[in-house]
C-alpha cells in the first residue's frame, strides 16, 4: 500500500500562485509515475501535471506555462508549483501515484486538498 497526504491549498487572488505538495509514505520503493488531479465542481476528475520515476513531465495544455511539477525521491515528495492561478483552476487537487507489481497496476490517491481562486 502506499499513502498520500497533500498540503499547500488555500485561497488565493487570481494572478498569484501556490505550491502544493504531496508526501507518500508506505511501498514507496516501488513507485512509478507521481502526479496532480484535479475536480472541480459538477465536472470530471482531469489530469494536471505527471512525472515518472525518471523524471519525465506531461501537462494539461492549460497549465503547461504556468505549472511546474518536481518530484524528491530522497524525501517520497511530489511538488506542483503553480503560478499565474486563474478562476478556473479552482478545484480540489488530489495527489496521484502508481506503481506495478507482478504485472498487476495499483493507483493510489491522496484525500485532496482545495484550492479556490477568486477573480
Known amino acids: 500500500q502506499v499513502q498520500l497526504v497533500e498540503s499547500g491549498g488555500g485561497l488565493v487572488q487570481g494572478g498569484g500562485s501556490l505550491r502544493l505538495s504531496c508526501a507518500a509514505s508506505?511501498?514507496?520503493?516501488?513507485?512509478?509515475?507521481m502526479g496532480w488531479y484535479r475536480q472541480a465542481p459538477g465536472k470530471q476528475r482531469e489530469l494536471v501535471a505527471t512525472?515518472?520515476?525518471?523524471?519525465?513531465?506531461n501537462y494539461e495544455d492549460s497549465v503547461k506555462s504556468r505549472f511546474s511539477i518536481s518530484r524528491d525521491n530522497a524525501k517520497n515528495m511530489v511538488y506542483l508549483q503553480m503560478n499565474k492561478l486563474k478562476p478556473e483552476d479552482t478545484g480540489v487537487y488530489y495527489c496521484?501515484?502508481?506503481?506495478?507489481?507482478?504485472?498487476?497496476?495499483?493507483?493510489?490517491w491522496g484525500q485532496g486538498t482545495q484550492v479556490t481562486v477568486s477573480s
Open positions: 496521484y501515484a502508481n506503481r506495478t507489481e507482478m504485472g498487476v497496476l495499483y493507483v493510489y
Open positions: 508506505g511501498r514507496i520503493f516501488s513507485i512509478d509515475a
Open positions: 512525472i515518472n520515476s525518471g523524471g519525465s513531465t
